[in-house]
């Protein structure tokens, strides 16, 4: 059962001023270890944040939360699978909202052009 719907687009040269202007602070601050290592060793790595930065803003969308207290941008990690195929990981608050919510995953897709990232979440379970 599908119990939230979530999409985002952000453009890229937004991310990539946000990166220029605040640096690690802000790399550190919205993404993981492993998100920061994955997209900082890609030749366009804005493109890939961005996609990132919409994967994670669409994924709060299908919790109808948004970054509300207790809840943080590194807790929605975007995982490439083998394959390419990105995949959600929750932890912490978001976990935690998200189980409340009868939600057992979160299904992503991300896309980029040159201006523009987007992505959509579906979050899937059972609604309580």
């Known amino acids: 059962m599908i119990v939230g719907l979530g999409t985002d687009i952000v453009e890229i040269s937004r991310i990539g001023q946000m990166i220029e202007r605040h640096g690690d602070t802000f790399l550190s601050r919205v993404f993981t270890e492993n998100e920061n290592t994955y997209c900082g060793s890609k030749k366009n790595k804005e493109q890939h944040y961005a996609g990132r930065w919409a994967a994670k803003e669409a994924v709060m969308k299908?919790?109808?939360?948004?970054?509300?207290?207790?809840?943080?941008?590194?807790?929605i990690e975007v995982v490439n699978l083998q394959s390419g195929k990105p995949t959600i990981?929750?932890?912490?608050?978001?976990?935690?909202?998200?189980?409340?919510?009868?939600?057992?995953e979160i299904l992503i897709t991300i896309s980029h052009s040159r201006e523009f990232a987007t992505a959509t979440a579906i979050a899937v379970g059972q609604a309580k």
Not at 62 to 75: A, H, M, P, V
């Open 89 to 104: 990981v929750i932890s912490g608050g978001v976990e935690r909202h998200a189980g409340e919510m009868g939600i057992s």
């Open 62 to 75: 299908t919790l109808g939360t948004g970054f509300i207290k207790g809840i943080g941008w590194k807790e």
